[in-house]
């Protein structure tokens, strides 16, 4: 310690502004603020101001103030500087020492250079939990691991912006996000004050895992939110995995089930109780929570040490019982509506436009010469670059993309034939199924589709085993009896399309899940195609979701999030509150498309011949019979010399699995069901892949007929895809889409060609429509 005395004896501080002093003036205050006494023991010893001596003498001291005070004696006993650097600890590990900022700034304190050139040791329990939670999430979010197996994609070389938009209670846009860290703005674009979740929402696949990996990804590398302390991600299908009977603590939720402190858990959570605006919750995938938990028996209130029922904690999370201040975010497909109090703010995903993809091109294909010719295919085909509005679909066909350019190769002009959705798991499947295929370093493989699911078949079967069994009942989350009863093989987990999922629960043990519930649809569906053991009812099961006009607004919604809070009568018998129903609908639209003329070739090598015609039968009759009584019933209103109809979503999804059989035949049937003159779809969230549909079924129409598609989400390759039945438009609304001048310049062309169009609504369409 010569230094010290080295220092005082040369220039000594005035009393007035001597750190001893100050220790000494405000010494009760201190006792009273600083519960953290081992981080100021380690800094003092790691700087040798403190001997070993010295630390076992504070440490021997009874109690948390006694051994305050001893440290103050002993810093104090060794002069300036020691006390200097003392409150220096204090300034720089504000989060250990967070009553002590006002007072801190208060004394206006600023350390000399010789002290801020000291090392300071942070072993604060909270500071260092936020390093291990930033280096878990770091490692979580490192790759893109939402959409495929191995880690093969580095997220921050591969990640593109979407679509951003944010919109009011009732769902009308409002404006756009220009950034993620716009989304945790707490004091911008606010819809509800008293609101503390932002509610992400969107089609399956169109990123919004994504969208929350990439935020974990920012924050871990300390580029998100500096305020935030804690961030905690949970998917809320491992809420369904709880038995009724299984309770737990808030606390036990968060560290045993997410990260565990390394140290002093009691503190870090009493540090989480007091300072919850310091904690950013992330819950993915709403819609996928299924439980027969019994909600009349949740209790109004919810106290953070007591144990309850995971969905107990959930609930009351969002509702701000517990943590009230904490920010929270939600994800969840299209259709499910979270009551409006809980609400800060509603945003809507919109997938890619066309700016969007090209830059996500040019991600993916860093080399020139690829990336200009995957973007010349795609100006060639608007049905395969609608698909590609989707991200999860775009993801797909680009790592399939040498497929697709064999296919299109030498065609400069759109291709005649058409890609469905159907097609492109298709080929997704044949790819994965042909990397297990031993080949040669100057050999390539070169069997036939019909011979690569012929070969894989056993495996194709074990899997949509295993996806039907969770769909029937609307779970995505698998236990590994489950996988073992359905004949899988290691080898055949391999291949990528079931991936394992984090141990969590109170079970433990391996579970797994399909990388993407429409994967899981697709599996569901080839299952009911290829066991001849399916019946007709069996086949048609998940059409019951069909539900008729009236009943598809609250059908296809979630119900209030917490109506358990006023519920006391129980449940209505069957009712599932976490229910949204499009996993059914794209199964639906997996099983028109495999049982397609155009997979008949394919099938025939698969299935019995007997069991397919009669499969393909029963599905057709339904389909059309389906859409013609869907038609009918829609209300009618007379309004401008039309008969106008309001059609739903389903009318949508019936559009689109028609548009997936690639039939001729059943659009024309479909066509002669549309009886009004004037269809209206708005706030239908139409994307551009679904005007393909729309323009397959209605150019045979043999009538004029008035469109609205006002309020959706077309864009320039939707335009394209219209083009088809745009001589059978008298009216066309296209306003609010994302629609630019290119979009115009195609409707321009087209419509001067028939010139039966009397009006054109084009609000917010590009320049040239104004």
Known sequence: MEKQGHREMEGGLSESHSHVRLLKVNRELLVTHIRNVQCLVDNLLHNDYFSAEDAEIVCACPT??????????????KGEEVSEFFLYVLQQLADA????????????????????????????????????????LGCDSKFMLCYAQKEELLLEETYTDTIMELVSFSNEILGSLSSLACLLDPSSDVLNEHGETVFVF??????????????????????????????????CRI???????????????????????????????????????????????????????????????????????????????????????????????????????????????????????????????????????????????????????????????????????????????????????????????????????????????????????????????????????????SLFVFCQDDVEASGLQEADLALGFLRTTPALGPCGGQSYEFF???????????????????????????????????????????????????WRGGRPAGSDLFKNKDHFQFTNLFLCGLLSKARQELLRHLVPAAALRRKRHALWTHLCTSMRSYLKSLPRLHSGGFKQVQAMPTFLWMLRC????????????????????????????ACSADCSALSYVLHHLHKSLALDLDNNNLNDYGVRELQPC????????????????????????????????????YAFLGTLGQ
């Open 97 to 136: 020492y967070v009553d002590l900022r006002p007072w801190l700034l208060e004394i206006s304190f600023s350390p000399s250079q010789l002290i801020q050139n000291k090392t300071i040791v942070n072993t604060d329990p909270v500071s260092r939990y936020t390093q291990k939670l930033r280096h878990q």
């Open 726 to 761: 745009l001589s059978r438009l008298v009216v066309l609304r296209l306003s609010v889409n994302q629609i630019t001048d290119n979009g115009v310049k195609v409707l321009c062309e087209e419509l001067t060609k028939y010139k039966i169009l009397t009006y054109l609504g």
């Open 239 to 473: 809420f369904s995995c709880f038995k009724d009977s299984d309770t737990l603590s808030l606390q036990d939720l968060l560290f045993k089930h997410f990260c565990y402190p390394e140290q002093d858990p009691e503190e870090v959570f009493a540090f989480l109780l007091r300072f919850p605006q310091a904690a950013l919750f992330t819950f993915d995938g709403l819609d996928e929570l299924h439980s027969d938990f019994d909600l009349s028996r949740v209790p109004d209130t919810c106290c953070p040490r007591e144990p309850a029922h995971p969905l107990v904690l959930l609930a009351n999370l969002l509702s701000g019982r517990l943590l009230q201040g904490a920010r929270k975010l939600l994800t969840a497909r299209t259709g499910v509506e979270v009551p409006r109090h809980l609400l800060r703010k509603k945003v809507l995903l919109r997938g890619f436009s066309p700016i969007h993809l090209r830059a996500y091109a040019r991600r993916m294909f860093p080399e020139r010469a690829a990336q200009a010719h995957l973007l010349q295919q795609l100006e060639a085909n608007p049905n395969l670059c609608s698909l590609c509005a989707v991200p999860l679909f775009c993801w797909i066909i680009f790592r399939c993309f040498q497929y697709f350019h064999s296919a299109f190769e030498g065609s400069p002009q759109r291709p005649d034939c058409a890609v469905t959705l159907t097609d492109v798991f298709l080929l997704v499947t044949e790819v994965h199924l042909n990397r297990t295929q031993p080949r040669s370093l100057v050999q390539r493989n070169t069997r036939s589709t019909a011979e690569t699911f012929r070969a894989g078949l056993r495996t194709l079967r074990a899997l949509g085993q295993v996806a039907r069994s969770g769909m029937e009942q």
């Open 64 to 77: 948390q103030p006694d051994k305050v005070r001893k440290i103050l004696d002993l810093v104090q006993s």
């Open 658 to 685: 028609i548009y997936e059989t690639q039939s001729q035949k059943v659009a024309r049937l479909a066509a002669r069901g549309v009886c009004a003159d004037y269809l209206k779809l708005t706030f239908c969230n």
């Open 202 to 235: 969107g089609d399956a696949g169109v990123g919004k895992s994504m969208l929350l990996q990439r935020l974990q990804s920012l924050w871990a590398s300390g580029r998100l939110g500096a305020e935030i302390k804690f961030f905690f991600h949970f998917r």
């Open 516 to 566: 993407h519930i429409t994967l899981q649809a697709f599996f569901t569906a080839f299952f009911l195609v290829v066991d001849d053991k399916v019946g007709t009812q069996e086949l048609l099961r998940f059409f019951r979701e069909w539900t008729p006009p009236g009943e598809g607004a609250a059908a296809s919604c979630l119900p209030s999030l917490l109506p358990f809070q006023r």
